[in-house]
Structures are given as structure tokens and as C-alpha cells.
């Protein structure tokens, strides 16, 4: 079976660190790209950025470009999206999703991240 | 960057009745690279159309989807109970390239 497995709801306090993941199974990981997409509470989807693990090309959203880094381990089918400082505004449900130019028929089950002091 | 505006917002149909739901591109976009997606409460998005008119697999058909250049349509023929949710329109854009872009979401609820 395809799919998208990620990694577990976080409670963070501002400033911190995080870095959650994605982890694809039963298809050649290195041949499709992976899309990460935020959901705010209440909001509707937002498109964050996009890699290609078999190279690593990344792509980000202009609203997101700086704000979070999009990395992948091909060696353990796994994608990554990280923030170095955490705000209270990146409180948000974030989906990674199997993305070709035509759509994303593959979905992680969802990473609550929860930030607050 | 392209802006996909989806309309109306909120749309409230009883079972049974025909929804017609709006996605509408700041610049022209192709039909090859636009896509529909169901979300319901407390799930991940799904894919429903994709190509403008094509249903993804186990979509049933009285999901259609059709339209080009920057009018899209997403049309749901006869209303199940479970239909009612939030859709989605999303493109992918070459301008800059590899950008994709969704739509603020169209609510369907019940009458």
C-alpha cells in the first residue's frame, strides 16, 4: 500500500526548534516529489514548498521561503520540514502530501504542531 | 504568481440537489495542472479531479469536473450525506516554476 506516514503532534514554546517528518512507504520514494502544505486553525490549505528527493531540488512558496527549510533522506524514504526559531503564528495542522504537476494523490495523516508559551 | 479565487464561499444544498462549485485563475492556467479536493472535519485532504476532468480512483461519478484557461468547475450531481465538506481547487504554474497554488476553499453545507 502507498502511503505517507508523519510524525507525531508537537507542543513547542517560541523560539524553539522543530523538525517533523514524513515517511513514505510501498513506492520508489526517489521518484516523486514531496509537498508539505500548512492548515491554520480554522483555514484553509496553504502550499509551502515542494522536493524532489531523488536530488534533493526544492522549491518553496514565496510566503514561506526563509521561514522553514525542506529536506529529505532518501537512504530512509523520509522527508523533512524544520524551523529553527518557532512563533506562535506557526500553530498549524501541516500536511505532507506526494505531489505531481497534475495533483497530490497521496496524503501524510497530518502533524499538529501546537506553539505556545 | 497565480491566485485561484473559489466561489461562493459557502454553499448550503439539500441532499439530492446539484452543486456547482467555482474556481476561477488569476492568469491562464493549464488544464493538464488543475486539480479538486475534498476535506472533511478532522481529516487529511483527498484527491477528487485531477487534469480539470479526470476522477482520481475510487471517486464516485457523480463527482465531474471540467472548464479551461481560468474557469474551472467542479460539479457534484445529486448530493450524498457525505458530500457535505470543503473543497479545494489547486494548480501547479510554471511561472516562477514549480509553484502550486490552492484556492481559499468553497463549504458545502447542509440546507
Known amino acids: 500500500e502507498v502511503q505517507l506516514v508523519q510524525s507525531g503532534a508537537e507542543v513547542k514554546k517560541p523560539g524553539e526548534s522543530l523538525k517533523i517528518s514524513c515517511k513514505g512507504s510501498?513506492?520508489?520514494?526517489?521518484?516523486?516529489?514531496i509537498g508539505w502544505v500548512r492548515q491554520m486553525p480554522g483555514k484553509g490549505l496553504e502550499w509551502m514548498g515542494i522536493?524532489?528527493?531523488?536530488?534533493?531540488?526544492?522549491r518553496y512558496s514565496p510566503s514561506f521561503q526563509g521561514q522553514v527549510t525542506i529536506s529529505a533522506d532518501k537512504s530512509i524514504s523520509t522527508a523533512y520540514l524544520q524551523w529553527s526559531s518557532l512563533k506562535a503564528s506557526d500553530t498549524a495542522m501541516y500536511y505532507c502530501?506526494?505531489?505531481?504537476?497534475?495533483?497530490?494523490?497521496?496524503w501524510g495523516q497530518g502533524t499538529l504542531v501546537t506553539v505556545s508559551s | 504568481e497565480i491566485v485561484l479565487t473559489q466561489s461562493p464561499g459557502t454553499l448550503s444544498l439539500s441532499p439530492g440537489e446539484r452543486a456547482t462549485l467555482s474556481c476561477r485563475a488569476s492568469?491562464?492556467?493549464?488544464?493538464?495542472?488543475l486539480a479538486w479536493y475534498q476535506q472533511k472535519p478532522g481529516q487529511a485532504p483527498r484527491l477528487l479531479i485531477y487534469?480539470?476532468?479526470s476522477r482520481a480512483t475510487g471517486i464516485p461519478d457523480r463527482f465531474s469536473g471540467s472548464g479551461s484557461g481560468t474557469d474551472f468547475t467542479l460539479t457534484i450531481s445529486r448530493l450524498e450525506p457525505e458530500d457535505f465538506a470543503v473543497y479545494y481547487c489547486?494548480?501547479?504554474?510554471?511561472?516562477?516554476?514549480?509553484?502550486?497554488?490552492f484556492g481559499q476553499g468553497t463549504k458545502l453545507e447542509i440546507k
Open positions: 502530501a506526494r505531489q505531481s504537476k497534475s495533483a497530490a494523490g497521496i
Open positions: 510501498g513506492y520508489s520514494f526517489t521518484s516523486y516529489w
Open positions: 522536493i524532489y528527493p531523488g536530488d534533493s531540488d526544492t
Open positions: 492568469q491562464s492556467v493549464s488544464s493538464s495542472y
Open positions: 487534469g480539470a476532468s
Open positions: 489547486q494548480q501547479y504554474g510554471s511561472s516562477p516554476p514549480g509553484m502550486y497554488t
